[in-house]
């Protein structure tokens, strides 16, 4: 087939979506299709220039490609997935979230401006009338799926898949420092972490990885560290390589991701790849759909102290910490994630 695959991206920004667009791009390839990656920039603000995008990928014209037709087209994100064609399907890792479930939550940014509930409207109308255009509409996750039935009533069904290079996770050794790689962001709540971390009281290091979506975020972070006299148990190390995150996911004691409402999170599955447990909270959303809690991991409140009593146990219950990553990685088989598996589906 000659398949195009719709993604939506801030331009100079990269993180999980990017990826997940890369790896669905190589499986396709490995699978014998012509495929192409069809990247929508995307600007958000002011609220009105979400409008100006969607208007602009609806004008938008893939059905053929130097007189050849495009056999099937894969949209991902949003406004991107809204490009019409008469042979596409959806695999929705995500609607635009302030017009859905974060609107009216401090985190919303759309609501600040004062046509912002002009625009969340007209984004709920347009989801409502041009999804049901695709001709199968899957979710990347459970998560996904039940927003998409509560705010506008469309059934889709949840598709999971493994995280990019998954082969390449491995266990090593027990270093004493909790990792959580992420990118920067008031949705993964690295304050919570650090809110945690003061309050512990086992000797609990943390050690994070990820670029900053804002630079000031990860300053007011940095400060928070210095405030609550953390420097000695918190490493801030930014964006790191594959081969580096692969060793710190292998050597840490357990995973910490404890993010609002996540869509998927890699994270969860990659600490399982890697044998490792994951600590995360009641209203994290995806994680949730993997981590079974004092099986293969722990969930907490969403608050600093019992987060802090999660830390506190994986610290001192070393042996609790290894049976449970040798779960989590048991886990990963049974649920048979593979990307064989979502091939099939996407073109069936």
Not at 36 to 59: G, S, T
Not at 87 to 114: E, M, S, Y
Not at 120 to 149: G, M, Y
Not at 159 to 175: R, V
């Amino acid at each position: 087939m000659r398949v195009l695959v719709l993604n939506t991206q801030v331009v100079f920004t990269k993180g999980g979506a990017e990826i997940h667009a890369d790896s669905l791009m190589d499986a396709l390839s490995r699978a014998g299709h012509d495929a192409e990656l069809v990247n929508i920039p995307f600007k958000w603000y002011p609220p009105e220039k979400i409008l100006d995008n969607l208007l602009a990928c609806r004008m938008l014209d893939i059905t053929e490609s130097n007189g050849v037709p495009v056999d099937r087209v894969i949209g991902l994100r949003f406004p991107a997935y809204h490009i019409p064609h008469p042979n596409k399907v959806l695999w929705i890792l995500h609607q635009h979230r302030t017009a859905f479930d974060l609107w009216g939550k401090p985190i919303c940014d759309i609501g600040c401006f004062p046509d912002g509930r002009i625009v969340r409207d007209a984004i709920a109308r347009a989801e409502k009338e041009l999804l049901p255009e695709a001709r199968a509409i899957f979710a990347n996750s459970n998560n996904v799926a039940q927003r998409l039935e509560r705010f506008c009533g469309i059934h889709s069904t949840p598709l999971y898949h493994p995280p990019h290079g998954a082969e390449l996770f491995h266990s090593g050794n027990d270093d004493d420092y909790l990792y959580y790689p992420s990118r920067i962001s008031g949705l993964k709540r690295q304050g919570l972490v650090l809110e945690a971390l003061a309050r512990t009281r086992q000797p609990v290091r943390v050690v994070f990885s990820g670029s900053a979506d804002n630079p000031e975020d990860l300053e007011r972070l940095k400060e928070t560290t210095k405030k609550l006299g953390l420097e000695r148990r918190v490493d801030w190390l930014g964006r790191v390589s594959h081969e580096r995150m692969l060793e710190l996911y292998a050597n840490c004691r357990a995973v910490v991701f404890p993010p609002l409402d996540e869509d998927y999170g890699y994270i969860t599955l990659e600490a399982m790849l890697s044998s490792k447990p994951v600590i995360t909270c009641r209203d994290s959303g995806g994680p949730l759909e993997f981590v079974r809690d004092g099986e293969s991991g722990l969930v907490a409140e969403s608050e600093a102290a019992p987060l802090a009593e999660a830390m506190d146990r994986i610290w001192k219950e070393r042996t609790f910490a290894v049976q449970a990553g040798k779960l989590g990685r048991s886990l990963i088989d049974e649920l048979g994630i593979n990307w064989n598996n979502v091939v099939s589906k996407l073109l069936a």
